[in-house]
C-alpha cells in the first residue's frame, strides 16, 4: 500500500515537472518572439540615386554614415517604415564637426507590388559651402516584386 501510494506521488510529481517545463517554454516563446525576417537588402550612401529590387516580405536596413534627416515615410505604398529613424553615435573623438560622428538608420519592410522612394538630407555640419549635392541629398527608388 505504501509502495503504490509512492508510485502515484511519482507519477503526479512527473506529470507536474512536465507540465511546468512546457508552461516555461510557453512563457519564454512569448516573452521573447522571434526576430522578424532577417534584413534582404541593405542600403548605404553608394545607392544614392540609384533603383533596388526587393520581394513582397523582405526586410530592407538604410544605414547612412554622419547625421540625416530621413523622409518620415517613404513615397509609394509598397514599402512601410519599420522603424523611426535613429542616429548612433560613433565611439572616440568627434572633432569639430560631431555631426559626421556617427551613423543614421532607418529599417523597412517591402508590403506590396510597386515602387517607394526613401528620401533623406544630410547635414553637412557648419560648412554648408563644402558639401556636395549627393552628400546633403539622399535618394533611392525600391521596387518591390512578388
Given at each position: 500500500m505504501i509502495g503504490e501510494a509512492l508510485q502515484v506521488t511519482r507519477r503526479g510529481l512527473s506529470v507536474t515537472a512536465g507540465?511546468?517545463?512546457?508552461?516555461?517554454?510557453?512563457?519564454?516563446?512569448?516573452?521573447?518572439?522571434s526576430?522578424?525576417?532577417?534584413?534582404a537588402r541593405h542600403l548605404t550612401l553608394t545607392d544614392n540615386g540609384k533603383s533596388v529590387t526587393v520581394r513582397v516580405g523582405d526586410?530592407?536596413?538604410l544605414v547612412l554614415d554622419q547625421a540625416w534627416?530621413?523622409?518620415s515615410a517613404p513615397t509609394g505604398s509598397a514599402l512601410h517604415q519599420e522603424t523611426h529613424p535613429k542616429f548612433t553615435r560613433a565611439d572616440g573623438p568627434c572633432g569639430p564637426t560631431p555631426v559626421k560622428c556617427g551613423s543614421t538608420s532607418a529599417d523597412y519592410i517591402a508590403i506590396a507590388l510597386g515602387e517607394s522612394s526613401i528620401t533623406a538630407?544630410?547635414?553637412?555640419?557648419?560648412?554648408?559651402s563644402d558639401c556636395p549635392y549627393e552628400r546633403s541629398?539622399?535618394?533611392v527608388t525600391v521596387a518591390?516584386?512578388?
Amino acid at each position: 500500500m505504501i509502495g503504490e501510494a509512492l508510485q502515484v506521488t511519482r507519477r503526479g510529481l512527473s506529470v507536474t515537472a512536465g507540465l511546468c517545463a512546457l508552461l516555461g517554454v510557453a512563457v519564454a516563446v512569448w516573452l521573447w518572439p522571434s526576430p522578424g525576417p532577417k534584413i534582404a537588402r541593405h542600403l548605404t550612401l553608394t545607392d544614392n540615386g540609384k533603383s533596388v529590387t526587393v520581394r513582397v516580405g523582405d526586410r530592407v536596413q538604410l544605414v547612412l554614415d554622419q547625421a540625416w534627416a530621413i523622409g518620415s515615410a517613404p513615397t509609394g505604398s509598397a514599402l512601410h517604415q519599420e522603424t523611426h529613424p535613429k542616429f548612433t553615435r560613433a565611439d572616440g573623438p568627434c572633432g569639430p564637426t560631431p555631426v559626421k560622428c556617427g551613423s543614421t538608420s532607418a529599417d523597412y519592410i517591402a508590403i506590396a507590388l510597386g515602387e517607394s522612394s526613401i528620401t533623406a538630407l544630410g547635414n553637412c555640419g557648419e560648412v554648408v559651402s563644402d558639401c556636395p549635392y549627393e552628400r546633403s541629398h539622399f535618394r533611392v527608388t525600391v521596387a518591390v516584386s512578388p
